[in-house]
């Protein structure tokens, strides 16, 4: 196993889903708050972004903390801390909907 101590490239997916009022085919914003790395990805139809944190360039350690922001039309984060004793983790992200102006020129 590998030391949880120091940066690895061994896979950790990461699972967030948007709420009800989540809206699909959003940007997330997937920040380590450890290293300072940003991940953007896109949510799937059902409102769900699996991400593996060994693609960050740094990789992860066990304890790093990673927060995920919906920032598309709807609005909403959520934090996962890392823990190494399993493969995957997951969390819901509770969204509200972006507000909007409509201009008329």
Same mark, same amino acid.
């Given at each position: 196993m590998a030391d949880p101590t120091s940066a690895t490239t061994i896979p950790h997916l990461l699972g967030i889903t948007l709420?009800?009022?989540?809206?699909?085919?959003?940007?997330v914003a997937a920040t380590n708050? &450890?290293? @300072?790395e940003t991940q953007r990805v896109a949510?799937?139809?059902n409102k769900v972004v699996?991400?593996?944190? +060994? /693609?960050? &360039?740094? @990789?992860?350690t066990n304890g790093?903390?990673?927060?995920?922001?919906?920032?598309?039309?709807?609005?909403? +984060? /959520?934090?996962i801390t890392i823990d190494t004793s399993g493969d995957?983790?997951?969390?819901?992200?509770?969204?509200?909907?972006?507000?909007?102006?409509?201009?008329?020129l």
């Amino acid at each position: 196993m590998a030391d949880p101590t120091s940066a690895t490239t061994i896979p950790h997916l990461l699972g967030i889903t948007l709420d009800t009022t989540g809206i699909a085919n959003t940007q997330v914003a997937a920040t380590n708050l &450890t290293t @300072g790395e940003t991940q953007r990805v896109a949510t799937d139809t059902n409102k769900v972004v699996i991400l593996d944190a +060994a /693609k960050f &360039t740094s @990789g992860y350690t066990n304890g790093d903390k990673v927060l995920f922001e919906n920032v598309g039309a709807s609005k909403g +984060a /959520k934090t996962i801390t890392i823990d190494t004793s399993g493969d995957f983790q997951e969390a819901t992200i509770v969204c509200t909907v972006a507000l909007t102006v409509a201009i008329n020129l």
